[in-house]
Protein backbone atom coordinates (compact mmCIF):
# COMPACT_ATOMS: atom_id res chain seq x y z
CA UNK A 1 0.00 0.00 0.00
CA UNK A 2 1.60 3.51 -0.81
CA UNK A 3 2.68 5.70 2.26
CA UNK A 4 0.20 8.10 0.76
CA UNK A 5 -2.89 5.66 1.11
CA UNK A 6 -1.91 5.27 4.91
CA UNK A 7 -1.15 8.70 6.12
CA UNK A 8 -4.27 10.54 7.18
CA UNK A 9 -4.84 13.85 5.71
CA UNK A 10 -2.37 16.94 7.98
CA UNK A 11 -5.20 18.27 10.58
CA UNK A 12 -6.12 21.89 9.45
CA UNK A 13 -8.03 22.97 12.55
CA UNK A 14 -8.89 21.99 16.34
CA UNK A 15 -11.84 22.89 18.69
CA UNK A 16 -12.45 21.79 22.35
CA UNK A 17 -15.86 23.34 23.82
CA UNK A 18 -15.99 24.63 27.07
CA UNK A 19 -19.60 24.68 27.95
CA UNK A 20 -20.81 27.54 26.44
CA UNK A 21 -17.08 28.43 25.02
CA UNK A 22 -15.82 27.27 22.23
CA UNK A 23 -11.47 27.74 21.55
CA UNK A 24 -10.75 26.90 17.78
CA UNK A 25 -7.26 27.40 16.09
CA UNK A 26 -6.49 27.25 12.88
CA UNK A 27 -2.93 26.44 11.14
CA UNK A 28 -2.59 28.24 7.79
CA UNK A 29 -4.54 26.31 5.91
CA UNK A 30 -8.38 26.78 4.79
CA UNK A 31 -10.06 23.71 7.02
CA UNK A 32 -11.27 20.54 6.00
CA UNK A 33 -14.68 19.76 5.40
CA UNK A 34 -14.80 16.96 7.43
CA UNK A 35 -13.07 19.11 10.19
CA UNK A 36 -15.39 21.89 10.16
CA UNK A 37 -18.28 19.47 9.60
CA UNK A 38 -17.13 18.31 13.13
CA UNK A 39 -16.94 22.26 14.61
CA UNK A 40 -20.58 23.18 12.76
CA UNK A 41 -22.53 20.46 14.42
CA UNK A 42 -20.94 20.76 17.82
CA UNK A 43 -22.12 24.85 16.92
CA UNK A 44 -25.30 24.52 15.93
CA UNK A 45 -26.51 22.04 19.05
CA UNK A 46 -26.22 25.02 20.86
CA UNK A 47 -28.03 28.63 20.64
CA UNK A 48 -25.70 30.86 18.75
CA UNK A 49 -26.56 33.93 20.81
CA UNK A 50 -25.66 31.66 23.68
CA UNK A 51 -22.11 30.75 23.10
CA UNK A 52 -18.74 32.49 22.80
CA UNK A 53 -16.25 31.78 20.16
CA UNK A 54 -12.40 32.26 21.15
CA UNK A 55 -10.67 31.35 17.66
CA UNK A 56 -6.61 31.28 16.86
CA UNK A 57 -5.27 31.30 13.35
CA UNK A 58 -2.28 31.35 11.19
CA UNK A 59 -4.16 32.44 8.32
CA UNK A 60 -7.01 29.59 7.73
CA UNK A 61 -10.58 30.04 8.37
CA UNK A 62 -13.52 28.74 6.39
CA UNK A 63 -13.93 28.63 3.05
CA UNK A 64 -17.05 31.03 1.63
CA UNK A 65 -19.29 27.90 1.49
CA UNK A 66 -18.18 27.21 5.50
CA UNK A 67 -18.91 31.14 5.80
CA UNK A 68 -22.43 30.85 4.07
CA UNK A 69 -23.50 27.58 6.95
CA UNK A 70 -22.50 29.70 9.79
CA UNK A 71 -24.64 33.05 8.61
CA UNK A 72 -27.50 30.58 7.53
CA UNK A 73 -27.01 29.63 11.52
CA UNK A 74 -27.08 32.64 13.08
CA UNK A 75 -29.79 34.30 10.75
CA UNK A 76 -29.68 37.28 11.99
CA UNK A 77 -28.53 36.90 15.52
CA UNK A 78 -24.74 37.43 16.83
CA UNK A 79 -22.50 35.79 18.92
CA UNK A 80 -19.75 36.99 20.66
CA UNK A 81 -16.57 35.97 18.76
CA UNK A 82 -12.97 37.22 19.45
CA UNK A 83 -10.41 35.86 16.58
CA UNK A 84 -6.56 35.97 17.32
CA UNK A 85 -4.58 36.54 14.03
CA UNK A 86 -1.39 38.14 12.96
CA UNK A 87 -2.63 37.58 9.05
CA UNK A 88 -4.11 40.41 7.52
CA UNK A 89 -6.46 38.38 5.24
CA UNK A 90 -8.21 36.91 8.31
CA UNK A 91 -8.62 40.75 9.68
CA UNK A 92 -10.07 41.52 6.22
CA UNK A 93 -12.41 38.66 5.97
CA UNK A 94 -13.41 39.37 10.15
CA UNK A 95 -14.45 42.92 9.19
CA UNK A 96 -16.80 41.63 6.12
CA UNK A 97 -17.83 38.78 8.47
CA UNK A 98 -19.14 41.83 11.10
CA UNK A 99 -21.93 42.82 8.57
CA UNK A 100 -23.75 39.58 9.73
CA UNK A 101 -22.52 39.86 13.21
CA UNK A 102 -21.28 42.54 14.94
CA UNK A 103 -20.19 40.76 18.01
CA UNK A 104 -17.19 39.63 16.08
CA UNK A 105 -13.92 41.32 17.06
CA UNK A 106 -10.19 40.43 15.64
CA UNK A 107 -7.60 40.98 18.15
CA UNK A 108 -3.92 40.25 17.51
CA UNK A 109 -1.83 37.74 19.44
CA UNK A 110 -0.94 40.65 21.75
CA UNK A 111 -4.01 41.84 22.64
CA UNK A 112 -5.32 38.67 24.64
CA UNK A 113 -6.50 40.22 27.37
CA UNK A 114 -8.98 42.20 25.63
CA UNK A 115 -9.81 39.07 23.24
CA UNK A 116 -10.92 37.79 26.58
CA UNK A 117 -12.86 40.67 28.04
CA UNK A 118 -14.37 40.96 24.92
CA UNK A 119 -15.97 37.27 25.41
CA UNK A 120 -16.19 38.29 29.14
CA UNK A 121 -14.94 34.92 30.27
CA UNK A 122 -14.22 34.50 34.21
CA UNK A 123 -10.14 34.06 35.27
CA UNK A 124 -11.44 30.35 35.60
CA UNK A 125 -12.61 30.35 31.78
CA UNK A 126 -9.21 32.20 30.64
CA UNK A 127 -7.35 29.69 32.41
CA UNK A 128 -9.32 26.96 30.77
CA UNK A 129 -8.67 28.55 27.51
CA UNK A 130 -5.50 29.73 27.46
CA UNK A 131 -4.45 25.70 28.73
CA UNK A 132 -7.07 24.22 25.83
CA UNK A 133 -5.22 26.58 23.05
CA UNK A 134 -1.45 26.15 24.21
CA UNK A 135 -2.70 22.17 23.56
CA UNK A 136 -4.13 22.52 20.54
CA UNK A 137 -1.26 24.84 18.92
CA UNK A 138 1.41 22.13 20.26
CA UNK A 139 -1.20 19.18 18.40
CA UNK A 140 -1.49 21.38 14.97
CA UNK A 141 2.15 23.00 15.53
CA UNK A 142 1.27 26.41 15.45
Known amino acids: ?12 MAFRRLGD ?3 VVHT ?3 PRDDEWDAYFEALSRLDPMKTRNLVFTRGGGPNADQ ?5 ALL ?4 SLVSVITES ?8 VLQW ?7 FSPDEMDEAYRHLQ ?20 GV
Open 121 to 140: LTPAEIEAASREMAAMRREL
Open 75 to 78: NGRT
Open 28 to 30: AAL
Open 21 to 23: LFV
Open 100 to 106: DNPQMRV
Open 88 to 95: LWVRTIVK
Open 1 to 12: MPRSAMTPPKKT
Open 67 to 71: RARVK
